[in-house]
């Protein structure tokens, strides 16, 4: 007969499964709060007392979001961040690290080295600025997009899976006549497709994410991306302002305000949750044969 385990085994696990509960719901609740906040009516956003569902469900506070054209700029130069910042970052890294895996080339260990040390020193924010500013970037949708173009993390985690790859697979193309870049499009960047998503995804987080840089580098509205504007509306309390909620009474701006910026969070950050589960069963796989092997 199969053995069940003692009683002690059983008490452990029911107490490992209640601990994994109650962490699931201290990250879930929060969330789930404020997606009822973002669907209720803005009389009851600020009523005491747990909401598990909103009543009555309305999108006023979604209408109230996309109705102003800055948050559409701000969804228009985030998605041109990411998505040019990605591209041009799996180009530049995945080239960087295809030549750094090839044992023959010149240099290989010191341009390692200098890779490793860009990861643990900076020239620091005044010294960054002032040399955008020498390059004409400062104001420039490029100064978002251009310094995190090359980063030494991808770079040696596509490099660490192409080591992995075996070098015969490259002789025998060679032998059969193949051209480098033949055998670069046709053979190794569709087996390295695991770190190529993982790193894809890591980029595009990033720039999704990313406000800092928008804030100090690129102050035009013009320019302005997403998350900048939520920081504005969570942090900053602009949200009346930006978005034009014009309401007399103080008491219902104020649940106004709040239904908005609930709303706004989850404009904010939808497409991530909705990209992610298509791209994660890449993740593990980019991850453990890009950073233990080698």
């Not at 109650?22 to 709060?33: D, E, G, K, N």
């Not at 341009?111 to 005044?126: A, D, K, N, Q, R």
């Not at 904010?268 to 796989?285: D, E, R, T, W």
């Amino acid at each position: 007969m199969k053995k069940t385990g003692s009683w002690r085994d059983r008490v452990l696990d029911g107490i490992l499964m209640a601990i994994m509960i109650l962490f699931t719901a201290s990250i879930v609740l929060p969330f789930w709060s404020m997606l009822v906040d973002s669907f209720s009516t803005k009389d009851s956003v600020l009523r005491p007392g747990l909401k598990l569902f909103p009543r009555p469900v309305t999108v006023q506070s979604y209408r109230d979001v996309f109705a102003s054209g800055i948050v559409a700029v701000g969804y228009m130069n985030t998605v041109i961040r990411a998505a040019v910042g990605t591209v041009l970052t799996l180009v530049c890294c995945f080239a960087a690290a295809y030549a750094i895996s090839k044992p023959k080339l010149p240099f290989r260990k010191t341009v390692s080295m200098l890779l490793l040390i860009t990861m643990f020193f900076g020239g620091g924010l005044i010294p960054t600025y002032l040399w955008f500013k020498q390059l004409g970037l400062i104001g420039s949708r490029w100064v978002l997009i251009l310094p995190h173009v090359a980063m030494a993390y991808y770079i040696i985690i596509m490099r660490r899976f192409l080591e992995a790859i075996p070098a015969e697979m490259e002789e025998s193309a060679f032998i059969d006549g193949a051209s480098a870049m033949r055998i670069l499009f046709r053979i190794m960047v569709p087996l390295s497709m695991p770190v190529i998503a993982t790193v894809g995804l890591w980029s595009v987080v990033f720039h999704w994410n990313e406000w800092f840089d928008a804030m100090i580098y690129d102050a035009k509205t013009e320019h302005t991306v997403l998350q900048l504007l939520l920081r504005r509306v969570l942090i900053e309390n602009q949200s009346s302002a930006m978005l034009n909620l014009e309401v007399e009474d103080e008491a219902r701006l104020q649940r106004t305000e709040e239904a908005v910026k609930a709303a706004t969070m989850f404009v904010s950050i939808g497409p991530v949750i909705l990209i992610y589960p298509f791209i994660q069963k890449y993740f593990v796989k980019g991850i453990m044969v890009g950073a233990v092997k080698g």
